[in-house]
């Protein structure tokens, strides 16, 4: 039996006459299946000791959320293809940069909260007369449609006794409680989270935390004494102290770091 190809014949450069090829190919030398002949260049190389000169200061994706002890940047990736929970143990001031922040990532925020005058003036000012942060009562949040172009973050502020919500984290929607202190509720919420954040808190309150979370005895008791702006972030395997430093717009709406409200 014979097969047939359905395929053109191959060509040989020898086939094609000077008379029958076109100018371009004539004044080109164009090689059969790989283009006209480039300009030719000296190839750019580099000695082995001279590659760390190209690395570039690129680090994780997400919000910036203040800097490390060195003055390095902490960065928190909110908006993630998977359920994540975050609980604050601290202030109303800190929580709002964060809504900002999120805000400016370009998720949507979605606040649960009992004291809606103390957002009002936050949501009016986000997004440029867009509304990017909207509010709800406590209970009442609607879902969200959360997807990968448009991401969520629900921050709950429901005071020391939160109830269970509505609308929970999953794919591209992450949810941060806000506890101005240590609850009966907290011990459960801080064994949930995917990552917790601690202000200053009393003595008694750092030594609870301090045995939920597994900490040292130095960043236990450092707790009791952080500076106003200043977190302690405990993920599932990194610790990390850092100062939330607001921009001259932030400040100017939500005035200087607090811990108390």
């Known amino acids: 039996m014979t097969t047939?190809?359905?395929?053109?014949?191959?060509?040989?450069?020898?086939?094609?006459?000077?008379?029958?090829?076109?100018?371009?190919?004539?004044?080109g030398r164009a090689r059969l299946g790989f283009g006209l002949l480039g300009p030719r260049?000296?190839?750019h190389a580099l000695a082995a000791d001279q590659v760390e000169a190209l690395a570039l200061p690129v680090g994780d994706d997400g919000m910036v959320i203040g800097v490390d002890a060195s003055g390095r940047p902490s960065v928190l990736g909110i908006n993630r293809p998977t359920a994540y929970d975050v609980t604050l143990i601290g202030g109303l001031w800190t929580a709002q940069v964060l809504a900002l922040r999120a805000a400016a990532t370009g998720a949507r925020v979605t606040v649960e909260t009992g004291r809606a005058p103390a957002w009002t003036a936050l949501a009016?000012?986000?997004?440029?007369?867009?509304?990017?942060?909207?509010?709800?009562?406590?209970?009442?949040?609607?879902?969200?449609?959360?997807?990968?172009?448009?991401?969520?973050?629900?921050?709950?502020?429901c005071g020391m006794r939160?109830?269970?919500?509505r609308v929970v984290s999953g794919p591209w929607q992450s949810v941060l409680t806000l506890l101005p202190y240590l609850s009966p509720v907290a011990p459960r919420l801080l064994e949930k989270s995917d990552l917790v954040g601690v202000q200053r808190v009393s003595?008694?309150?750092?030594?609870?935390?301090?045995r939920i979370m597994h900490l040292p005895q130095a960043e236990t008791e450092a707790l009791?004494?952080?500076?106003?702006?200043?977190?302690?972030?405990?993920?599932?395997?990194?610790?990390?102290?850092?100062?939330?430093?607001?921009?001259?717009?932030?400040?100017?709406?939500?005035?200087?770091?607090?811990?108390?409200?």
């Open 162 to 165: 939160p109830p269970r919500g």
């Open 203 to 210: 003595p008694d309150e750092a030594a609870q935390i301090g």
């Open 4 to 27: 047939s190809s359905v395929l053109p014949s191959a060509v040989s450069p020898s086939a094609v006459s000077p008379a029958a090829a076109s100018p371009e190919v004539r004044r």
């Open 124 to 157: 009016q000012a986000a997004g440029g007369g867009q509304q990017c942060i909207a509010l709800h009562d406590v209970g009442r949040v609607p879902p969200q449609g959360a997807s990968a172009g448009s991401p969520v973050v629900v921050i709950r502020d």
């Open 41 to 43: 260049r000296d190839r």
């Open 224 to 261: 009791s004494t952080l500076a106003d702006g200043v977190t302690l972030w405990c993920g599932a395997r990194d610790r990390q102290f850092v100062m939330t430093q607001a921009t001259d717009a932030e400040t100017g709406l939500l005035g200087s770091a607090r811990r108390m409200d």
